[in-house]
């Protein structure tokens, strides 16, 4: 998700390091851990746990922010949607941003050993090393990077289906390849509005060398349209019902149409259009799975 930067002249030191944490970002970890804790639940919610197993997870994904921030420092200093970040702008020095991030990302990791298990914590610290140290230097270097980076963008429900089971099973896998599958259309979308700002700063996001946008939309349409029996998996694996079969078929309809409204114009106001209805899709999508597990 895109992070909108606080202007430099109102931003406070508390605010600055609120902004390293990039809260949008969190509060997508903070929606899949809780769905996939949910769908991993076996009886009742044990709502204790999975408050601990929520905190946990986002204060590594926290810290992982926080720390990103800080290896792409000079970057975000190029570009105009990150100029006004807490380090570009000189609100905080490299050094606070470096300890406050990795105090985040151990309390956070340690936070789910102690409350949940070894595997939820596993996961997490997995996470947050793949994220900071292959994806992000991968940026400037291959177009891959995205595709690449949706690796650990799908991980936090399954750390949520680790913190309630202490295992893994189809339901996980599924919910990672949905995850997986929706961050191409979302990501992309964002790539293409911002394009002129990732080459200013060397950043090789596919619409950065993909001039007339066919392999961008090409990706975005072939990953809604994939996402769509992936979805549909949750009901064959026993995850999710009836019910939420034919919903999911019909909320997943309805983004293909909007990924090829689309690349037919390839615009940026239409690339916005499909990023708010990509931020639409997904908690849509998982709150029907999530309805239709506990209502029957």
């Known amino acids: 998700m895109n992070t909108r930067a606080i202007p430099v002249a109102t931003m406070s030191r508390s605010m600055a390091y609120v902004a390293l944490t ?14 996939g804790y949910a769908l991993g639940t076996v ?6 746990k999975m408050a601990q197993t929520v905190i946990g997870t986002t204060l590594v994904a926290a810290g992982t922010c926080a720390l990103n921030q800080y290896f792409e420092r000079e970057s ?12 570009p702008s000189g609100a905080l020095v490299p050094t606070e941003a470096l300890w406050f991030g990795a105090g985040l990302a151990a309390v956070g990791s340690l ?15 997995f996470t947050s090393i793949t994220y900071l140290g292959i994806y992000t230097p991968l940026k400037t270097r291959t177009t891959a990077a995205t595709l690449i980076g949706a690796f650990p963008g799908a991980l936090p429900p399954v750390i949520g289906w680790a913190a309630a089971r202490g295992s893994l099973g189809a339901g996980a896998y599924v919910l990672f390849a949905i995850l997986f599958l929706w961050q191409v259309p979302h990501f992309h979308s964002i790539s293409w509005v911002y394009r002129e700002d990732y080459a200013r700063a060397g950043i090789r996001m596919l619409p950065v060398v993909d001039r007339d946008g066919r392999a961008t939309f090409g990706q975005i349409v072939f990953c809604a349209v994939a996402l769509i029996p992936v979805s549909l998996l949750a ?33 940026n106001v239409r690339a916005k259009w499909l990023m708010h209805a990509t931020v639409l899709h997904l908690p849509i999508l998982l709150g029907l799975m999530v309805l239709d597990k506990f209502s029957r």
């Open 43 to 48: 009886g009742p919610l044990d709502w204790l």
């Open 76 to 87: 975000d200093a190029r570009m105009r949607r990150t100029a006004s970040r807490p380090l």
């Open 111 to 125: 936070q789910l050993l102690l409350t949940t298990n070894l595997l939820a914590a596993a996961l997490a610290v």
């Open 235 to 267: 009901s064959v694996t026993g995850l999710a019902g009836v019910p939420y079969y034919f919903s999911a078929l019909v909320v997943g309809l309805l983004l293909v149409k909007v990924c090829l409204w689309a690349a037919a114009e390839k615009t």
């Open 22 to 35: 990039k809260p949008d970002v969190s509060f997508l970890v903070v929606l899949t851990t809780l769905a």
